[in-house]
């Protein structure tokens, strides 16, 4: 019934959907979790098959993990609550391990090409940085690009491509450039090593064998299970959406969508060592925005609606969490010891931009909103 | 009649404006001119009256040299060439000479106030910096507030308001200050001997005198003299807002109309030593603008109309000037030899600050222009 896809914020709009789909869905992500791992297992490092590659099985890995862990945060009175809070620490763990690797990689590719663009020497047309509906896959697109800059100790190798030439950058930003490959590439070789460790440890055996036994038997509360009072799932996906609603509504989102509003730099020289926990709600409601996608394909399953706006919502997010923690990297780089003052002023310019960065992806996650909000008027 | 004021755009929509509106306005600029040099004279430096400060002499001198010049350029058929051909150099070069040290003063004013607010230590309110129509003379009034960061060589004084507080800096941040204080002051004391020695030459006492004829007698062109055949000033001032309107069209607004395109500073880690090229035709939009609106006090006399919008435009330019300035002396500061690394970074942070400034100033400038455009539809 089309009509009851008018409002895509309201996860309540269809009919009741009843815990058999939280099972279904469950049972699915533990699936492709299993596939996943195994496909990472058999191209695993130094042995890269043509077509499906190890950073495609990682990057399933990840997804399938956060979705599991995803759901048991949103259903959780559905599902039997020792398994659930065994599990849902142990996951988040997985997730986080195997994802910071991939952060490395993606934030110095971040920081080379903004290198790149503010020396004028940009091999590739400059886009405007609002751009309706970035590609939600951008992230790792970058990260592709910089296949050469990857450590040696046998991490996923992807396309051949050439690092970002560095030879038209005046020597700041050559030295900025080199300083952060340096720092990050460390950084990324460290948390590849940790995922590998990870992989191979007693505590992930026990995840994958958790997600085995999810993947034939999902753990229903006696009575999410009764078939005689089928539970409704759309309350809990109701809460999360509430949740994620009721955290946009406590952001500055009148001065987001004030272009040029100056806040993002505010604290960019303070004193204060944390200066930006003023990002802390936006990554939240990143975080929120993600949950009420997860509860929307559990409600919907294979069918579930691509809402582009929220979509683009959510990318805008992604921008702003890369762009803080890329603005946080330049920042630490430039606390190394007996760098050359050009390096340093290479680095304050790139710490800079990459605060407008996080402007600019707040003033593109508050149209995105406002444009959703008035649509379902 | 009011339904000819209906286009502020075009300064041809009143009736025919003959000569006397030129010679009239002219007499009255040099008159003025003559008043404030009087003034500046009276109170020079060391005898400071109350209620007429100085500061405001030498600013009546600069505005009325520079409406002598502007309506020298823009009238120029109608005057006497072998006068106005020895007299407009003359003008330029003094208005050029005697806006130097107000220029230092607002940019360092306008840099520490922002390192201020980088290191979130801003006592006053954040104003989101594209607030509607910035009052016109909030330059002059923001150089008064660093009253005692003059020089010590009896430079103008204005309000004793103590300087920005630097106490709550990082180090960073305390030294780019001092940097930035020590370089543009000592530019400052230097552009203010320069002025006094100006304002002492012959080649000075060449223009007052001249000025002093114009007091009296305006030296139009036979024709345009003419009783008998009256000339009409609107076509000369129609010229000067079509070259604005031609050179408004040749920016690139619809870039600057898309909020954070990043453009401004694109070319800031440029090993090019003019990477700012790109600000050149907002410049030169900026004085076609006062050009314009010179030419249409000379048409409409003391009830020139106050036309908001192209006063919010012209903000908006004087913005961009400033910022782009502001900009070119941080990243100037940063290549002084042996400054600390953290010095380095910070001036990092303040250039890419003013770049983006410059940037919005260019948004807020499209803003005014189209909605200009839209109300004269």
New interface residues.
């Given amino acids: 019934m089309a009509q009851q896809h008018l409002d895509p914020t309201d996860p309540t709009t269809a009919g009741p959907v009843t815990a058999d789909a939280l099972a279904d869905y469950l049972r699915a992500q533990a699936t492709e979790f299993l596939r996943a791992l195994r496909l990472h297992r058999e191209t695993g490092p130094g042995s890269a098959a043509p077509g499906e590659e190890p950073v495609d099985a990682a990057r399933a890995l990840r997804h399938a993990a956060r979705r599991i862990t995803g759901t048991l945060h949103t259903f959780r009175p559905l599902l039997d609550p020792t398994w659930a809070e065994a599990m849902h620490p142990e996951l988040a763990w997985l997730s986080g391990t195997l994802a910071r690797e991939h952060a490395y990689a993606a934030r110095l590719d971040r920081l080379l090409l903004a ?1 790149q ?5 940009a091999p590739f047309p ?1 886009q ?3 751009s309706p509906a970035p590609a939600v896959g951008s992230r790792s697109a970058g990260a592709e690009r910089v296949g050469t800059a990857e450590p040696a100790t046998g991490g996923p190798r992807t396309h051949p491509a050439a690092p970002p030439d560095r030879a ?3 020597l ?2 050559a030295k900025a450039g080199a300083l952060l490959e340096r720092q990050l590439t460390l950084a990324r070789t460290r948390a590849h090593s940790a995922a590998l460790q990870a992989l191979g440890s007693s505590r992930f055996h026990a995840v994958a064998d958790n997600v085995a036994v999810l993947a034939s038997e999902v753990p229903l509360t006696p009575a999410a299970a009764s078939p005689t009072t089928p539970t409704d799932l759309r309350p809990l996906a109701l809460a999360a959406h509430d949740r994620l609603c009721d955290a946009v509504t406590a952001l500055p989102l009148l ?1 987001a969508g ?6 993002a ?8 060592p944390a ?1 930006h926990s003023q990002d802390a709600p936006w990554h939240h409601v990143r975080l929120l925005l993600r949950l009420r996608r997860y509860a929307l394909e559990v409600l919907e399953g294979d069918e579930a609606r691509v809402d582009v706006r929220m979509l683009s919502a959510g990318a805008a997010l992604n921008r702003h969490r890369d762009a803080s923690e890329a603005a946080a990297a330049a920042a630490a780089a ?1 606390r190394t010891p007996r ?15 990459q605060r ?2 996080v ?2 992806a707040r ?2 996650f508050q149209q995105s909103w406002e444009k959703k909000a008035m649509s379902t008027r």
């Fill in positions: 290198l663009r503010l020396s004028g020497t400059t405007p940085t609002t038209n950058l005046t700041g930003a001065t004030h272009p040029y509003n100056a806040e730099l505010i604290h960019g020289l303070s004193a204060d200066p430039a760098i050359a003052p050009a390096t340093a002023y290479a680095l304050g310019v790139l710490h800079a931009d407008h960065e402007e600019a003033f593109a």
